[in-house]
């Protein structure tokens, strides 16, 4: 499908100046070759990130039933057994249920797939079982943990609609573990003293997507620990650690 694209994103290639006739030409050849895109998540997403389409515009509607029937969701969901589930631990690199969901949500697989509860529960099983809870140290006041892991499962559990009462339990730790600059880090040597850049990115961008949502925003008010996260000084500590993060690394 190939369609003439509308530059609605905001694009500024020097910060306060418009794009010149030149740059904007280069642009809008780089969203229409993703507008003409195999692969309906490409498609999608430059629709709704780049052309300003609302999700809930046909031709989006439509773009996502593509994705769900796609060949590469199909892959993805091909190991499944009879029970729903994948017959390997969740963290399995890279098929296992925690992977197969990321992907579907950075696919842009349509919410609400009842279907997809079974693996679900196998992350949650992973994510609140003793053996990973044994897992998670403190050295010198700061929680040494992997938090991208549970940092990654809220995040597809909101986008794919799969959320329940315990992606509460996933943000109120996610928040208990934060470092005093804002971010995350699993580094066990006790001279790590700041975040990780890759351990701070998901559960940063999990975060701020609970807490555009609405519905969940409401959940998430009603717990003193992850009223936190709303305010202004918080969120500039996490984005903090991402630009020092950068620095350092």
């Not at 389409?53 to 029937?69: F, G, M, V």
């Not at 409401?218 to 500590?237: D, G, I, Q």
Request: hydrophobic fraction near 35%; proline fraction near 4%; glycine fraction near 4%.
């Amino acid at each position: 499908m190939t369609q003439e694209a509308k530059c609605h994103y905001s694009y500024e290639s020097r910060p306060g100046q418009k794009p010149t006739p030149i740059e904007k030409q280069a642009y809008l050849r780089v969203l229409n070759r993703l507008l003409s895109s195999e692969e309906a998540s490409v498609r999608y997403k430059a629709l709704v990130g780049l052309s300003g389409k609302a999700p809930t515009d046909e031709e989006c509607i439509a773009l996502k039933e593509q994705i769900r029937s796609s060949p590469r969701v199909e892959t993805l969901l091909s190991e499944r057994d009879e029970t729903g589930m994948v017959p390997v631990h969740p963290y399995k690199k890279w098929y296992g249920a925690h992977w197969i969901l990321a992907m579907l949500a950075e696919l842009e697989y349509p919410a609400g797939d009842n279907s997809l509860v079974s693996l679900r529960e196998q992350v949650y099983k992973w994510l609140f079982s003793s053996a990973h809870e044994r897992s998670i140290v403190s050295i010198d006041g700061r929680t040494r943990r992997c938090s991208s892991q549970e940092g990654y499962a809220l995040y597809y559990l909101l986008r794919l609609g799969l959320d329940d009462d315990r992606v509460d339990e996933l943000a109120r730790r996610l928040i208990e573990w934060q470092w005093p600059d804002g971010g995350w880090n699993c580094d066990k040597r006790p001279e790590a003293t700041h975040s990780s850049f890759m351990e701070s990115l998901l559960p940063m961008r999990a975060l701020d997507y609970m807490h555009s949502q609405e519905v969940t925003t409401k959940r998430l008010l009603r717990s003193k620990e992850l009223r936190m996260f709303s305010s202004e000084e918080n969120c500039s500590n996490v984005k903090m650690t991402v630009r020092l993060s950068i620095q350092i690394s």
